[in-house]
Every structure is written in structure tokens, then in C-alpha cells.
């Protein structure tokens, strides 16, 4: 044998007790058999058959490898195999850097950590750093969702994945697609930086910002965050909920529209209970009410809706007040029912109709296709229309119903104990006299907005007297009382 082999190899077994005995160098523990050629490949020795190497408490095995003793350096051929204190990667092509601790492996990467399995063609990971990077498509799967990204970043220290680009979660109970998005693989919690959708319970859910707690169900979504639904649209500057308390919290900014039934309310926080299907807005909050092509603005302390039974029922509590354009109302307290378009005044209300003004312990409006159709006034309703600065005419009974068309008053029903102050006039619209009626029940008829006719079903007792001689008390019924001060002008004037 030629002098120069024999000394190459006896360097072989000189480098192997040494490089056994320096942990900061590469540590072969074992090869079937070992190849040294000076002339072919004299920068590595050609390692084959179970070869086991580590280096700083990194275990590898594969079943070849080239070792670069100079350059502390190994490549790993088929079923090479990766075990950290953190991961355990596999695949079927390494590169180890002694030097710096790092590593490439490729071709049906798979890296494990007992939490979760990421897929991949390839992954550089610094042993000292803890750090795994891959920047070819990757797919994540537990036992109950999968995560793909075209890149992204591992940290196996504090167990956060960082993804990029074409983010996608799958589930059995949602999906999320995003572009940036940190994730904790022991904890399941996400966090979303930039567009991002959630998909789940025929929700859908965006933020610009946020994290979701998929062990737990906790969620918080910021920065342009809405949820929609089939028939509601929830938005606010951050948005919180957790499904096993079935609780929801809106803040700031909150606005939940009803595509449906063209109702949409504002306010600064809003709360969700699920359990009774219950929803509280609160901080200024205002409603709009689409009716008769026109917008109706309601403002009251707290609004809420819940659902019960068939109906969906939506309340205003304290301070109630509403304005459109020509219908404003007060009261303390009002429910709507959604689905049966209902609007019930409670407390107190007044209710302003052009230029009419009505009052009744409670005051009921049933909306047909977007408009109003009947008001009743149940209990002590009085209704009061200003002729002149002096004078005023007026209708009072126990029940009345004013029936409308195009939010004009085409029809009135008194029904018992009525009474009506008119003024009477001439040719000239001069006031010449009141005509007070007392009946039984009576039905009034509008034209234009204007008093037309008058029918009776018992014969009235009827009496005019001349402008001149009314006296001054007697120009008003009992419970007469003007309020147009109290009257929104405006939509702010509600607040």
C-alpha cells in the first residue's frame, strides 16, 4: 500500500479520538463503514451505512454523509433524522454547519415537536437561536386543524410559528385566511397582523389586527373589525368574544346593521349574550330606522334586543327620543318588534305627526312595507293641532286610531267618550267660532291634511259658540297641554 494512504488513514483514526474528546467540533458516533480518498475527495470522508453523528447535544443519524473535517461541516444523505432538546426533523438531505450550529434539510421535510407536525421541502434551522425557517409552502396539522403558508418561521424556544403569505387555518368549525399571522403551538392562540377573514358558525369575521384562542374560543379582533352574518353586520374598533361564556364585547366605533330589516345602530360599547340571544348598545347610542324611503333617528340611554319565542324585539330605554322628518316622538321607554314591524311607545309618550300632536299612555305604530299604516293611542290619548298662536284644535277619547297613507293623516276613530274642540271658519279663513262635539264614537275624515268630514255612530251633542264670546278656559279639554318645546327640531336634537 502506498505510504500516503496509509498515513491518511492512520490521520482518520488520529481525528476521530479527537474530535470524540472536543464537543465544539462534529462527533461521529457511528458508520458501517468509512471511505477516505486524498485524490478524489480530499476535503471530506465519505461516511456509509447507520451513521450516527452530534454536535452540542444535536443528534443526527442518516444512512450516508460527507464530513468536512476542516470545515467542521457534514452533508447527510437518506433518512437523515434531526433530534433537538425542542424538535425532531427529518427528511432526505442535510447540511449541518458546525461552526454557527445551523442546518438545511430538504426533500419531504418534517419537523415534530410534540404539539404539532410541519410539512415542507426545506427548513434552515439555527440550533443556537432555536430558530426554524422555511420559505417554501408549508403545511402544519394537529389533531384538529391544519395551517399552510408559502413561508414562515418557527421558534422552538417559546413555541410561536411566525407565517407569511397566503396564510389558510382549516378546521371542522372554521377557516382563516390571512397574510400574516403568528402562532403559539402550545397555547393554539393566532395572532393576525393585516387583512384577515375568519369563517366559522356561517359567521364571517375581518380584522386588520387580532388574536383567536382556538383552544379556549376567546377572540379579539381590532382595526376595521367586523363580523357578518346572513342578516347582521357587527363592526367596532375592537371586538371580543368568547364562545364557552357565550359573551361578546364591542367597543368604540360599534355599529350593528340589520341588512334585512334596514335598521342600524350606533354607540360606543355593545355587549352579546347568547345564551338569551340578547344585545345591549350603550355610550350615546343612536338608531336608524329606514321608513317610507326616509330615515328615522332614535337616541335613548341603552338599546337592546333579544329574541323570545317567534319574535325578535328591539327596546330603548330612559330619554327616549326620535326624529324624522315629518314624525318625532318622546317617550321613557319603546319596544319594536322586528318581525311583525310594530313600534310601541311606553311612559309618557308624545308623539308629533306634521302638525299634529298626540299624547297617550301608550301609543302604538304598526308599519306595513316600510311605512306607517295605523297609530293607536291607547288610554287618555288627546290629540292637539296648533291653528294659530291662540288657538289650537282638538280630539280626545278613550281609544283612538289614526290611519295614514304616504305618512298622511287620511282618517281618525275616536272610540268612547269623545271630544273634539274645532275651530270654525269663514270663506275668508277667518276664525268665527268653536265647535265643541261630544259622542260616543265618531270618525274623523282628512283631505290634504285638513279636517273633511265628520261621521257618527250615536247622534252628538253639538254646540258652537262665537269666537268673540268663548272664554279662555273653555277653549281647551281636559288634559290639554302644549309641548312643541319639547319637540326635535333635528336629528342632533335628539340627544
Not at 415534530?112 to 408549508?138: C, F, H, P, Q, R
Not at 290619548?381 to 283612538?400: A, F, M
Request: proline share 2%; glycine share 4%; net charge positive.
Amino acid at each position: 500500500m502506498d505510504l500516503k494512504y496509509i498515513l491518511y488513514i492512520l490521520a482518520i483514526g488520529i481525528n476521530i479520538n479527537l474530535f470524540s474528546q472536543d464537543t465544539k467540533k462534529i462527533e461521529i458516533l457511528n458508520a458501517d463503514y468509512t471511505f477516505a480518498d486524498i485524490e478524489i475527495h480530499p476535503d471530506y470522508w465519505r461516511l456509509i451505512g447507520n451513521v450516527i453523528f452530534s454536535h452540542n447535544n444535536v443528534k443526527m443519524t442518516c444512512d450516508s454523509a460527507y464530513h468536512y473535517i476542516n470545515k467542521d461541516k457534514m452533508k447527510a444523505f437518506g433518512s437523515v433524522k434531526v433530534y433537538d432538546e425542542k424538535i425532531n426533523l427529518s427528511g432526505n438531505q442535510l447540511i449541518y454547519f458546525g461552526n454557527n450550529q445551523s442546518l438545511i434539510i430538504s426533500n419531504n421535510v418534517i419537523l415534530e415537536d410534540g404539539e404539532m407536525t410541519l410539512k415542507t421541502d426545506e427548513i434552515t434551522y439555527n440550533v443556537k437561536s432555536n430558530i426554524a425557517i422555511y420559505k417554501k409552502e408549508g403545511k402544519i396539522i394537529n389533531s384538529e386543524k391544519n395551517i399552510y403558508s408559502k413561508k414562515g418561521k418557527y421558534n422552538t424556544q417559546n413555541n410561536i410559528f411566525y407565517f407569511q403569505d397566503s396564510v389558510t387555518i382549516n378546521s371542522n368549525n372554521y377557516v382563516i385566511y390571512t397574510d400574516t399571522m403568528n402562532y403559539n403551538s402550545k397555547n393554539e392562540i393566532s395572532y393576525f397582523y393585516g387583512p384577515s377573514y375568519i369563517y366559522s358558525n356561517n359567521k364571517t369575521i375581518y380584522c386588520e389586527n387580532g388574536w383567536y384562542d382556538t383552544k379556549n374560543n376567546k377572540a379579539q379582533f381590532k382595526k376595521n373589525s367586523h363580523i357578518t352574518s346572513k342578516k347582521n353586520k357587527l363592526s367596532g374598533d375592537s371586538l371580543y368574544y368568547n364562545e364557552k361564556l357565550g359573551y361578546g364585547r364591542a367597543l368604540n366605533n360599534v355599529k350593528l346593521l340589520d341588512t334585512i330589516e334596514n335598521i342600524t345602530i350606533y354607540g360606543d360599547t355593545g355587549e352579546y349574550y347568547e345564551k338569551i340571544k340578547k344585545i345591549e348598545i350603550k355610550g350615546k347610542p343612536l338608531l336608524e330606522l329606514i321608513i317610507e324611503n326616509d330615515t328615522l333617528f332614535l337616541h335613548a340611554k341603552k338599546l337592546s334586543s333579544f329574541k323570545e319565542k317567534n319574535d325578535e324585539i328591539l327596546l330603548a330605554y330612559n330619554e327616549v327620543k326620535f326624529f324624522k322628518k315629518d314624525l318625532q316622538g318622546k317617550c321613557d321607554s319603546l319596544s319594536y318588534n322586528i318581525l311583525d314591524s310594530t313600534l310601541i311607545m311606553y311612559n309618557q309618550p308624545i308623539l308629533w305627526l306634521n302638525d299634529f300632536q298626540i299624547k297617550s299612555d301608550t301609543i302604538k305604530c304598526k308599519i306595513f312595507k316600510g311605512k306607517i299604516e295605523k297609530i293607536y293611542f291607547v288610554s287618555n290619548p288627546i290629540i292637539i293641532e296648533k291653528v294659530d298662536s291662540l288657538n289650537y284644535n282638538q280630539i280626545k277619547g278613550k281609544e283612538i286610531i289614526v290611519f295614514l297613507k304616504e305618512n298622511k293623516i287620511k282618517k281618525m276613530e275616536i272610540f268612547g267618550n269623545g271630544q273634539s274642540i274645532y275651530i270654525a271658519k269663514d270663506e275668508q279663513e277667518k276664525n268665527i267660532g268653536f265647535n265643541y262635539i261630544e259622542s260616543t264614537d265618531l270618525t274623523l275624515y282628512f283631505k290634504e291634511q285638513k279636517l273633511n268630514n265628520i261621521t257618527y255612530q250615536i247622534k252628538p251633542n253639538s254646540v258652537t259658540t262665537p269666537y268673540e264670546k268663548m272664554k279662555e278656559e273653555d277653549k281647551y279639554l281636559k288634559g290639554f297641554i302644549w309641548l312643541n318645546n319639547k319637540r326635535p327640531k333635528n336629528k342632533n336634537d335628539i340627544y
